[in-house]
């Protein structure tokens, strides 16, 4: 009797370890196939905005505001709304420049605004502007957006274009690590930069705080006033 009571347990603990085992495995599958959609969706992003960048450069009006004024309109109005392209073939998505990450390979658009549903595809405005210098950026941690941050060294550049081509160029001061409530350490605007995203266990948030390169450091911008 005490046998067949030890059998039946057995059995039991078999079967839940088979039910963890086969979890584990469905949730690395959604793991990756999450992973591969946001990829694409990014990929997809980029393309179109680019293109869309590309026919406001050639118009007309750009080439004679650009002959017309050498100073970019946010040196005399930082607090002016970032410029943006509205993407309509993916649900009007609208994207306010690229993010550039040389050290982890990684050239992303920036979605304008934040919310769960654009994070699945890509990087977004957490809040702040290039412009006033306190641009907050969030993304997912899937290895094609914000995985490795985590991996990446201090001094590594990073760089931000916006809409209509201003580039801003920066460096990795600091990694740290904030929990989820930290709302005004993150968007404190002490930093000209920050980028951040969840940790594995979701307990925090992996955060990379950017300087201004010495290029942008040196550039008077009161010159142009």
């Not at 094609?144 to 001061?173: M, Q």
């Amino acid at each position: 009797m005490q046998y067949k009571k030890k059998n039946r347990i057995g059995n039991i603990l078999k079967g839940a370890g088979l039910i963890l085992v086969t979890a584990a495995v469905l949730l690395l599958v959604y793991n990756l196939w999450d992973g591969h959609r946001a990829r694409e969706s990014e990929e997809a992003i980029l393309a179109e905005y680019l293109q869309e960048n590309k026919k406001a450069s050639e118009s007309p009006d750009a080439s004679d505001k650009e002959d017309e004024q050498n100073i970019p309109d946010y040196i005399l109005n930082p607090d002016m709304d970032m410029p943006e392209y509205t993407l309509k073939s993916l649900g009007d998505v609208a994207c306010i420049g690229i993010l550039e990450i040389p050290a982890l390979n990684l050239e992303l658009p920036v979605i304008s605004s934040w919310s769960y549903s654009s994070l699945r595809l890509a990087p977004c405005r957490y809040s702040g502007s290039a412009y006033k210098g306190n641009l907050v950026i969030a993304a997912h941690n899937y290895q094609s957006h914000f995985g490795g941050l985590r991996t990446l060294p201090e001094g590594s550049e990073v760089f931000f274009t916006d809409a209509v081509g201003n580039r801003f160029s920066y460096y990795v001061a600091v990694t740290e690590a904030l929990t989820p409530w930290s709302v005004d350490d993150m968007t404190s605007g002490e930093w000209p930069l920050t980028l951040f995203t969840c940790t594995l266990d979701s307990q925090n948030r992996v955060t990379v705080r950017c300087e201004y390169s010495e290029a942008m450091e040196n550039w008077d911008r009161n010159a142009y006033r």
